[in-house]
């Protein structure tokens, strides 16, 4: 082969090396943070097309699954208190991930984390503010119902409490 070709086909080579490292470093970067940023990664390699567009588009959506072992999934926990409830975030994740609770109790979430979250209701009737590591914030729960909530910045970290009568 003509060294021109080898010269060009190396530099290719070098390229797709470097795009794959850098969209699985996307990809862990979204497992461990929750941030749902990857979840589109597949698809913007993919429309990028060239040679390996989609290849890579495809294994990017198969990294996917990755979220549940590095943080934002893991197993469901369950908590119930009456006049106060407490939710750790440590690890990407609310603990309890569901606290049952009884009307007019006051629930706090601390952060253990190195890095800022939320409690924020996902239907809007609460919002905890950011939560920097060791501050905590409170909720008082006067309603019964259920109410789903979530980290703004990590919107992979779901939780819900439950509010008996």
């Known amino acids: 082969m003509n060294q021109n070709v080898l010269a060009v086909l190396a530099i290719i080579g070098a390229l797709a090396a470097v795009f794959l490292v850098v969209f699985a470093a996307l990809a ?6 929750g941030s749902g ?9 993919r429309d990028t097309g060239g040679m390996m567009g989609d290849r890579m588009g495809n294994m990017m959506d198969g990294m996917d699954g990755m979220n549940g072992m590095m943080g934002g999934g893991g197993p469901e926990t369950t908590g119930s208190a009456s006049g106060r409830g407490a939710v750790e975030i440590e690890g990407f994740r609310f603990q309890p ?18 890095v800022p979250h939320t409690a924020s209701a996902k239907d809007g009737s609460f919002d905890t503010g950011r939560l920097d590591e060791g501050e905590s914030g409170r909720v008082t729960f006067d ?9 703004n910045f990590h919107p992979r970290m779901e939780a819900r409490i439950v509010v008996g009568p």
């Open 28 to 33: 862990a970067y979204d497992a461990v943070s």
């Open 37 to 45: 940023m990857g979840d589109d990664v597949g698809d913007t390699v």
């Open 97 to 114: 991930t569901t606290i049952d609770v009884t009307r007019g109790t006051v629930v706090v979430w601390t952060n253990d984390d190195s």
């Open 143 to 151: 309603t019964p119902g259920t109410f789903e909530y979530a980290c």
